[in-house]
C-alpha cells in the first residue's frame, strides 16, 4: 500500500520571514563560535604543548606533560591555597551587605547619598583603587601605619611585606571593592519582599531576630545565591590588585593567585602552552563548584510564591 506524499509549499511571506530569522540568529551564533567556542578549543589543544605563541603550535604536542608539571609544582598548590584563602572574604562581605542593606532600607536622611557613596568603589577602575589601596597599606608612610603610629606610639605591621599581613591586607581590599554591589543586590532584594509578611509576623508577636530569621533570610536567600556564584566564580579570577600591589607575588610567594600564576607562566616566562593548561584547570574547578551550587540550590533558596 503506497501513501501519496503531501509537499507542503510556503508562501513567499514564510519563506522571507525564515531568511531574516537566520540573518538576526548569524551575528550572535558567529560572535559566539569566534570568541567563545574556537578559543576555548583552541585552548584544550595549546594546553597539550609547549607552545611559546613564536613556535609552532602543532609540532610541540606533548600531551599530558603541562598538567603533571602542574600538580608537581609547590607555587601552584601555593597559590591555589592563598586563592582559597582570600574567598573568607566573600563570607565577610555578604554579611555586611545584608547589614547596611538593612539599614539603608530604613528612612534615614541622606540615603540615596550613602548608597551611591557604597557602590562608587564597585564603578571605580580596578587598577586605581588598587595604587591608592597599596599607598593606605605602605609601612613607611601609609594611612593605616600612621594612624595604628598615632595611637600607640609604636609602629604598624608591614602590611604588604609580611606573609601572613599580606593577606589579611588584599581581603580588606577585596571586601571593600565588592561590597558596594553586594549591598545594591541585597537592598534590592529586601524592597521586593511583601511587607504584609512582617505585618502578619508582627502580629503572631514575633520579635525582630525571628522576623530576619524566619522572614528576610529565606527570602533573600535568591540574591544570596546570585552573590555567593558570582562572588565564587570572581574569586577565583583574582588578579588585578595581586599584580597591582604586590608584582612579585608578595613575600615567598604568599599573595599570588591561580591567575597570578597563570600570567607568570605565560607571559613572563612565555610558556603559553603551560598558562593554557591553568586556564583549564581552573575553568573545570569553577564549572564543577558552580555545578554543586546549583545542584544545591533546591535546599535552601527560596522564592516568595
Do not use: C
Not at 591555597?81 to 547589614?99: A, E, K, N, W
Not at 583603587?129 to 605602605?138: E, P, R
Not at 597563570?262 to 603559553?272: D, P, S, V
Request: hydrophobic share 50%; net charge positive.
Amino acid at each position: 500500500m503506497s501513501k501519496n506524499k503531501v509537499k507542503v509549499q510556503r508562501s513567499a511571506m514564510a519563506k522571507r520571514e525564515e531568511r531574516w530569522a537566520w540573518l538576526f540568529i548569524a551575528p550572535p551564533f558567529i560572535g559566539f563560535m569566534l570568541f567563545m567556542a574556537y578559543p576555548i578549543v583552541f585552548a584544550i589543544i595549546a594546553s597539550t604543548s609547549k607552545w611559546t605563541g613564536i613556535n609552532s603550535l602543532w609540532g610541540n604536542i606533548v600531551g599530558l606533560q603541562n598538567y603533571i608539571k602542574i600538580f608537581s609544582d609547590i607555587k601552584f598548590w601555593k597559590s591555589m591555597g592563598t586563592t582559597i584563602i582570600y574567598m573568607i572574604g566573600i563570607p565577610i562581605g555578604m554579611i555586611l551587605g545584608i547589614l547596611i542593606a538593612m539599614g539603608l532600607n530604613r528612612k534615614i536622611p541622606g540615603k540615596r547619598f550613602l548608597t551611591t557613596m557604597y557602590y562608587v568603589p564597585v564603578v571605580s577602575s580596578l587598577v586605581a583603587v588598587s595604587i591608592l589601596w597599596a599607598w593606605v597599606f605602605n609601612y613607611d608612610y601609609g594611612l593605616l601605619n600612621g594612624i595604628y603610629k598615632l595611637l600607640t606610639g609604636m609602629h604598624g605591621p608591614n602590611w604588604l611585606g609580611d606573609e601572613q599581613m599580606v593577606k589579611v591586607s588584599l581581603i580588606i581590599f577585596m571586601v571593600w571593592k565588592g561590597l558596594g554591589g553586594t549591598v545594591i543586590l541585597y537592598l534590592a532584594g529586601l524592597q521586593n519582599i511583601p511587607q504584609d509578611y512582617y505585618e502578619a509576623a508582627m502580629i503572631d508577636g514575633a520579635n525582630g531576630w525571628e522576623k530576619f530569621r524566619n522572614i528576610t533570610l529565606p527570602l533573600l536567600s535568591p540574591v544570596t545565591f546570585y552573590v555567593l556564584i558570582t562572588s565564587l566564580i570572581g574569586g577565583f579570577q583574582v588578579f588585578v590588585e595581586v599584580q597591582v600591589m604586590t608584582p612579585s607575588g608578595g613575600p615567598n610567594y604568599s599573595s599570588a593567585t591561580v591567575v597570578f600564576y597563570l600570567y607568570e607562566k605565560a607571559f613572563t616566562n612565555g610558556q603559553l602552552g603551560y598558562g593554557s593548561a591553568v586556564a583549564v584547570i581552573l575553568a573545570i574547578i569553577i564549572f564543577i563548584i558552580t555545578a554543586i551550587n546549583f545542584w544545591g540550590q533546591d535546599k535552601w533558596v527560596k522564592t516568595i510564591d
